[in-house]
């Protein structure tokens, strides 16, 4: 039987680079989106064409009960689960003393209890194929931004999410964690201040989303590995 991944966020950017590497490695994909249903439909032609099976579901992980929709949508397509990828995030730039309750709230849910409550539903599954989780964290969870204050917070705990969970699911599961740099630019980032995090970058250079695939292959496909966190920046962490 083919194995099967579950990539939240799996349409667009990073998502959808861990997506169509997945299925250039043989997996089966549940591509979860949350509005961009047309590059979710593209992104399951691509897998089709490169050989496995894809379905895509709607859902927004901000929402409590949409983990147990993706469990169920796991259920009835491939039927098995060999790695869950929680690469779904939304990312907001907003002054620390400006993030109100609601806000906060709506960074949170997504990037951190979204997380627990889909590994949570999905945890019988991958325990019935000795599947792993890659939580897709963030270098802002090492290194603290003020201009993304709520988001970095929200990281650095989905880091220290990612080993409790792996203490938790051990041993049938693995948990591991990426914290991807700068593979791909904020909207809001300009041309100047691009330029000065490359030059902060002791590669001198900026990733690709390809690098952060390359990475959860790697974790997927290392049975001894848990508990980590891989980051995939170039260095910049180095540097504070």
Same mark, same amino acid.
């Given at each position: 039987?083919?194995?099967?991944?579950?990539?939240?966020? +799996?349409?667009?950017?990073?998502?959808?680079?861990?997506?169509?590497?997945?299925?250039?490695?043989?997996?089966?994909?549940?591509?979860?989106?949350?509005?961009?249903?047309?590059?979710?439909?593209?992104?399951?032609?691509?897998?089709?064409?490169?050989?496995?099976?894809?379905?895509?579901?709607?859902?927004? !992980?901000?929402?409590?009960?949409?983990?147990?929709? !993706?469990?169920?949508?796991?259920?009835?397509?491939?039927?098995?689960?060999?790695?869950?990828?929680?690469?779904?995030?939304?990312?907001?730039?907003?002054?620390?003393?400006?993030?109100?309750?609601?806000?906060?709230?709506?960074?949170?849910?997504?990037?951190?209890?979204?997380?627990?409550?889909?590994?949570?539903?999905?945890?019988?599954?991958?325990?019935?194929?000795? +599947?792993?989780?890659?939580?897709?964290?963030?270098?802002?969870?090492?290194?603290?931004?003020?201009?993304?204050?709520?988001?970095?917070?929200?990281?650095?705990?989905?880091?220290?999410?990612?080993?409790?969970?792996?203490?938790?699911?051990?041993?049938?599961?693995?948990?591991?964690?990426?914290?991807?740099?700068?593979?791909?630019?904020?909207?809001?980032?300009?041309?100047?201040?691009?330029?000065?995090?490359i030059?902060?970058?002791?590669?001198?250079?900026?990733?690709?989303?390809?690098?952060?695939?390359?990475a959860?292959?790697?974790?997927?496909?290392?049975?001894?590995?848990t508990?980590?966190?891989?980051?995939?920046? +170039? +260095?910049?962490?180095?540097?504070?």
């Amino acid at each position: 039987m083919s194995r099967a991944a579950l990539v939240t966020g +799996g349409a667009v950017r990073v998502g959808r680079a861990i997506t169509l590497a997945l299925a250039e490695a043989g997996y089966d994909v549940v591509i979860n989106y949350r509005s961009s249903e047309g590059p979710a439909q593209e992104t399951a032609r691509l897998v089709e064409e490169a050989g496995p099976r894809a379905w895509t579901v709607q859902g927004d !992980l901000g929402e409590p009960d949409t983990a147990e929709r !993706l469990a169920e949508a796991v259920r009835n397509g491939p039927g098995r689960l060999d790695l869950l990828v929680n690469s779904a995030a939304n990312f907001r730039s907003t002054s620390l003393l400006d993030v109100d309750a609601e806000e906060w709230d709506a960074v949170h849910d997504v990037n951190l209890r979204g997380p627990h409550l889909l590994t949570r539903a999905c945890t019988e599954l991958l325990r019935f194929s000795g +599947g792993s989780v890659v939580n897709i964290a963030d270098h802002m969870g090492i290194t603290p931004w003020v201009r993304y204050g709520h988001h970095s917070t929200a990281k650095a705990a989905l880091i220290h999410l990612t080993k409790v969970q792996a203490l938790a699911l051990a041993p049938g599961v693995r948990v591991n964690a990426i914290a991807p740099g700068l593979v791909l630019a904020p909207d809001d980032l300009d041309d100047d201040k691009l330029a000065e995090e490359i030059e902060r970058t002791p590669l001198e250079r900026a990733g690709t989303p390809q690098d952060v695939a390359e990475a959860v292959l790697f974790l997927a496909r290392s049975p001894f590995v848990t508990g980590h966190l891989l980051v995939v920046d +170039g +260095g910049a962490t180095l540097r504070g």
